[in-house]
């Protein structure tokens, strides 16, 4: 039951995500000074959980181009602490799919997306000989994890972190997460 439940959330993020971009199918934000999101291409291979949603941003906007990927990790998420510190993190992250190296930077602080809590976490992802930079931001509703992950060309900075808070925070953002997540 668990496992149907689960799939079904997972196949509603992609409708509902698409319910939210058919407005406007070029960008998500852009309106009152706010960063503009174009949805792209999922970026990774396939691998044990289901592709997600990935967005654009550019320097413009963002203060650097940033790739922002969220999806969902059903029933990976510890129902009683939820992300709570930064090895619940580094558990979640997608950032490994970035790289051959994942180096945390710093320590991880706590965030909120809507109603729900988690962290956020910078790390150094190395790729042969090429650097960039990333953050994990993992927040979860009981025992269900979102795992979103930002990706730039050097470390991802205050500003470019506090551009995609505020993209997954926002309204129509929460709305789909909502529904996504059966609540």
């Known amino acids: ?87 619940d993190v580094d558990r979640v992250r997608d950032a490994d799919l970035l790289g051959d190296k994942i180096a945390p930077l710093a320590g991880g602080h706590p965030v909120t997306v809507g109603w729900m809590r988690g962290r956020s976490r910078p790390f150094e992802v190395t790729s042969g000989r090429n650097r960039s930079g990333a953050v994990t931001i993992a927040f979860n509703d009981k025992c269900d994890v979102v795992v979103a992950t930002i990706a730039a060309e050097d470390v991802v900075s205050d500003r470019a972190e506090a551009a995609a808070l505020a993209f997954l925070n926002g309204g129509k953002v929460l709305a789909w997460t909502k529904v996504e997540l059966g609540l």
Do not use: Y
Not at 44 to 72: I, Y
């Open 1 to 87: 039951m668990m496992r149907l439940k689960s799939c079904a959330v997972v196949g509603m993020l992609g409708l509902g995500l698409a319910g939210l971009l058919a407005g406007d199918a070029a960008s998500v934000g852009g309106r009152h000074g706010a960063p503009a999101w174009a949805e792209i291409a999922w970026p990774f291979l396939r691998d044990q959980w289901p592709d997600g949603r990935a967005f654009r941003c550019g320097a413009g906007d963002c203060g650097a181009e940033l790739t922002l990927t969220v999806r969902v990790k059903a029933g990976f998420c510890n129902c009683t602490t939820g992300v709570a510190d930064d090895d």
